[in-house]
């Protein structure tokens, strides 16, 4: 219940009821899809729920950020790929035991392009080879098997950090030849994830159906929360905790965090839910996340007018500042994922929480709009 600080699935998993259907049917479909989020936002719960919880699909799921190079995330793929052919750590083999490796390849249905992972991996290739190469073996071994592999990469928009842009050339003239496969990329940063797929001069404008995950309804967990808590004879104030929800923006992890609280403190108490619950869960979800924080407080200084701005949109202060540099500093913000862009020249600040500890005055936590106020001490 109230699950958090790992992917969430199976019964703590609170139905999307927006975006759950569509994902599944754009699989179902085997329809290319990019799924757009901040951090924590539950992409990645949304994920292991359809792949792992309800076990529907052939799938491979690679997370970006877990690579230093591109070699590293073919050979997960490669690995990932052959196993569904019932030959484990293919890559580990190549150099530990080759021999019962090459046994092993003559009984499954490509061999010839077993052999050839065997001879690449063994000479040190080219990265972009053994990339093209990774890609071709998971849609021949998905073809042979008369399936369709879901071939997921996270945080996608890590992967020219890996290589440089033209490795979306790269994989985009591979997969538009992959009947097979079906690709799905999640990425957090959103602007750079919209370049890739939703500009026209990207090779990967129209490739994929565009899925933006925004927040968790407020209703929906609004009802979730008060089932919950009804069935544990917790008892509590129904517009101030929707308000609290509707407060939190639908973030998954932090509303899941500060509800978890209410629902503990609740339960060791025996007493209802009141105002200065609130206000007590906030701050100690703020808290707790404070070294996080303050690591985004720290990017933003280090880089000319970020902190004003960001400091200035928290307390809804004027920038002074010229248009041009302005607009710039927005446009990098937005890259960090920091901010959102809502519509022409309106923008929010991404983490709910970082909001909050930019609005400190006198060791006070502004929250709620200012209809609440959470006494905070902090350095």
Not at 59 to 76: A, E, N, V
Not at 84 to 90: A, C, M, R, S, T
Not at 303 to 321: G, I, P, Q, R
Request: aromatic letters at 10%.
């Amino acid at each position: 219940m109230f699950h958090s600080g790992s992917p969430v699935k199976g019964k703590d998993f609170i139905d999307r009821k927006k975006h759950l259907p569509l994902f599944k049917s754009y699989l179902d479909n085997n329809q290319h899809i990019m799924i757009k989020a901040p951090r924590r936002f539950g992409k990645t719960s949304l994920i292991k729920h359809i792949f792992d919880y309800e076990k529907g699909y052939d799938f491979i799921y690679i997370d970006i950020r877990l690579h230093h190079s591109l070699d590293s995330l073919s050979k997960q793929i490669l690995d990932s790929a052959y196993s569904f052919v019932k030959i484990e750590n293919f890559i580990r083999q190549t150099k530990n035991s080759l021999l019962n490796l090459l046994k092993s390849i003559k009984t499954i249905s490509i061999p010839d392009m077993a052999e050839i992972t065997i001879d690449l991996v063994s000479k040190d290739s080219d990265p972009i080879e053994l990339f093209i190469h990774s890609l071709n073996v998971a849609h021949s071994i998905a073809t042979s098997k008369g399936t369709n592999i879901k071939l997921i990469f996270d945080e996608f928009q890590d992967i020219t950090k890996l290589y440089d842009k033209n490795i979306l050339e790269v994989l985009r003239s591979v997969a538009q030849h992959h009947e097979n496969i079906t690709y799905v990329f999640l990425g957090s940063i959103e602007s750079i994830m919209t370049d890739i797929f939703e500009s026209k001069a990207s090779p990967f404008f129209h490739f994929a159906s565009v899925i933006k995950l925004d927040g968790l309804d407020a209703d929906e967990l609004f009802d979730y929360t008060k089932t919950e808590f009804d069935k544990h004879g917790i008892a509590y104030d129904a517009e101030l905790l929707y308000s609290t929800i509707t407060f939190l923006e639908g973030h998954p992890e932090y509303s899941a965090k500060v509800l978890q609280t209410l629902y503990i403190n609740a339960m060791l108490e025996k007493k209802s839910i009141e105002y200065s619950c609130v206000l007590n869960a906030i701050s100690f979800r703020v808290l707790e996340n404070r070294a996080y924080l303050d690591e985004l407080i720290s990017k933003l200084k280090s880089k000319k007018h970020h902190f004003e701005v960001v400091y200035a949109m928290a307390n809804n202060l004027s920038h002074e500042m010229d248009s041009a540099t302005l607009y710039n500093t927005r446009v990098s913000l937005e890259n960090m994922g920091l901010i959102a862009k809502l519509q022409k020249g309106e923008y929010k600040i991404v983490d709910i929480f970082l909001k909050i500890l930019l609005q400190q005055h006198d060791d006070k936590m502004v929250a709620l709009d200012g209809k609440l106020d959470i006494g905070l001490e902090y350095e």
